[in-house]
Structure formats: C-alpha cells, structure tokens
T-cell receptor, first 118, second 111 residues
Framework: DAGVIQSPRHEVTEMGQEVTLRCKPI?????LFWYRQTMMRGLELLIY????????DSGMPEDRFSAKMPNASFSTLKIQPSEPRDSAVYFC????????????????FGPGTRLLVL | AQSVAQPEDQVNVAEGNPLTVKCTYS??????LFWYVQYPNRGLQFLLK??????LVKGSYGFEAEFNKSQTSFHLKKPSALVSDSALYFC?????????FGTGTRLLVSP
C-alpha cells in the first residue's frame, strides 16, 4: 500500500500565480481531507469530501481557494491567485468513513506539499 | 463543540527516562481519541487511538496512552524515551464528522 500520495512535494511560486496541489488517497477510502499547517495557526482543516462530494468547505480561507475531486482516486487544491500568506504545508488525508458510526476511523496523512509564495 | 488541549508546548526528557505528553479533551458523548506524531518535514503518522474498552491503549513504537474519563484526559506515555522519539505530537478527538487536533507538543529527547 503506497499510502496517500501528494504532489508536488515542494512548490515555489511568485505572488499572483496559480498553484495546483494534487492528492491520491488510499484506495478504497471514501473520505478525503485537505489540511493546512502553519506555525501561527497550527493544523487547519480546509475542506473534506465524501464519495467525491464536498461536504464541508467552511475552512477554505477565501474564494481564491478551490478544491475538486473528479473521481475516487484524485483530488486537487487550487489557489488562484496565490499570495505570500498562503505559504504553508498542505496535507491531504484519507479515511474509510468519518463521523457518526465511523468516528473511530483513522485518517492517514500524505507527506504534504510545502508551498512558498514569494 | 469538541476540542482538545495540549497544555505543554514542549516536553524535554533524557534518553532512557519515561515520558508523558499531556492531552485533555472536551466532547459530547463518547470520546474517540487519537495520537499522531510528526517528524520533521514529514506528514502526520498515526500512533494509537481509543474507541472503547481497556483504558490503556498500546500503539506504535512502544507508545501507549491512558484514557481517564473522570479527568477527561488521554496522556501519551512511553516507559523509556529514545532520541529518535523527538518529534511533534498531536492529540485529536473526533467530532461529529471532523477530527479536531490540538496545537501539538514538541518532544525533545536528549542523549
């Protein structure tokens, strides 16, 4: 099992550019989560999907952020236009179930994408 | 709303000594509690979880955690620390559908 796969691992871009982060969840997992980690704010949940459908995007900071999950094995997080304050590590995680009777299910995290916006 | 608190930003311990990383929680209903570890430049790795049953939960790398309902705590422990245990540790509790993380505790194990 390859675990959760994220690409790229590192991204350096200039302010105003579009950034696309990619995630492949663990096969068979029906929940996918996007998190952002910064020193100031810690670990924040941005959005999560169930069976490819966005369930809660209340953590998405602004309209500049968007996320999609076109199929069960692929998700993207896009920032357009990017700003220096978006610099952070972005994690993708997946789980087999979440909440309700699945509250005990474990989320498995990818290695993260370290984004630097100059 | 569900929440967890990790009261210590950093814990220092000498190699070979026992370690404890503290976590308290607040949740409606039965708690589902997790510990994750993050090594430098890596993602979060699952260590252990409490769902129900025995209050002492054993996990990866020799770690264990003790669930205490009366004190609403879920402290992470290890009998003998290793330098390689130095990392950032996160406690988390499952809410209605989300996993709510604490702010993290940095563990430094000195040789």
């Amino acid at each position: 099992d390859a675990g959760v796969i994220q690409s790229p691992r590192h991204e350096v871009t200039e302010m105003g550019q579009e950034v696309t982060l990619r995630c492949k969840p663990i096969s068979g997992h029906d929940y996918l989560f996007w998190y952002r980690q910064t020193m100031m704010r810690g670990l924040e949940l941005l959005i999560y999907f169930n069976n490819n459908v966005p369930i809660d995007d209340s953590g998405m900071p602004e309209d500049r952020f968007s996320a999609k999950m076109p199929n069960a094995s692929f998700s993207t997080l896009k920032i357009q236009p990017s700003e220096p304050r978006d610099s952070a590590v972005y994690f993708c995680a997946s789980s087999l179930g979440s909440g309700g009777k699945y509250r005990g299910e474990t989320q498995y995290f990818g290695p993260g994408t370290r984004l630097l916006v100059l | 709303a569900q929440s967890v608190a990790q009261p210590e930003d950093q814990v220092n311990v000498a190699e070979g000594n026992p370690l404890t990383v503290k976590c308290t929680y607040s949740v409606s209903g039965n708690p589902y509690l997790f510990w994750y570890v993050q090594y430098p430049n890596r993602g979060l790795q699952f260590l252990l979880k409490y769902i129900t049953g025995d209050n002492l939960v054993k996990g990866s790398y020799g770690f264990e955690a003790e669930f205490n309902k009366s004190q609403t705590s879920f402290h992470l422990k290890k009998p003998s620390a290793l330098v390689s245990d130095s990392a950032l540790y996160f406690c988390a509790v499952t809410g209605f559908q989300k996993l709510v993380f604490g702010t993290g505790t940095r563990l430094l194990v000195s040789p």
